[in-house]
């Protein structure tokens, strides 16, 4: 569920070349959390935009460290990698 919702809101700010790779969940005795890896490219807006609706989703979700790089070759264009956790209860 909540890696589609990663997914739609990328394509709805107009991010691409979207790479998502979850790790092993970390579990604590009340709340646990899955560390995420999303990579992308875009516009500074997009990213900043990307950000500000995961962080606003209904599943506890918060960048942990943020990477951006210019490209040359395409003035305007960043190429992001964002660490974020999402937090849940343990089951």
């Known amino acids: 569920g909540f890696l589609e919702l990663l997914d739609a809101v990328a394509r709805d700010v107009g991010l691409s070349g979207k790479n998502?790779?979850?790790d092993?969940?970390?579990?604590?005795?009340?709340?646990s959390y899955l560390p995420v890896?999303?990579?992308v490219t875009g516009s500074f807006?997009?990213?900043h935009?990307?950000?500000?609706?995961?962080?606003?989703?209904?599943?506890l979700?918060?960048?942990?460290?943020?990477?951006m790089t210019g490209d040359e070759e395409h003035p305007g264009e960043?190429?992001?990698s964002v660490m974020m956790r999402v937090?849940?209860?343990p089951s």
Do not use: C, I, K, N
């Open 37 to 39: 890896r999303v990579d």
């Open 45 to 47: 807006t997009a990213v």
């Open 61 to 67: 979700a918060r960048a942990q460290r943020l990477e």
């Open 24 to 31: 092993e969940a970390v579990h604590g005795p009340q709340v």
């Open 20 to 22: 998502v790779q979850p």
């Open 78 to 80: 960043l190429s992001a």
């Open 87 to 89: 937090y849940f209860r």
């Open 49 to 59: 935009e990307f950000l500000r609706r995961v962080e606003s989703l209904p599943r």
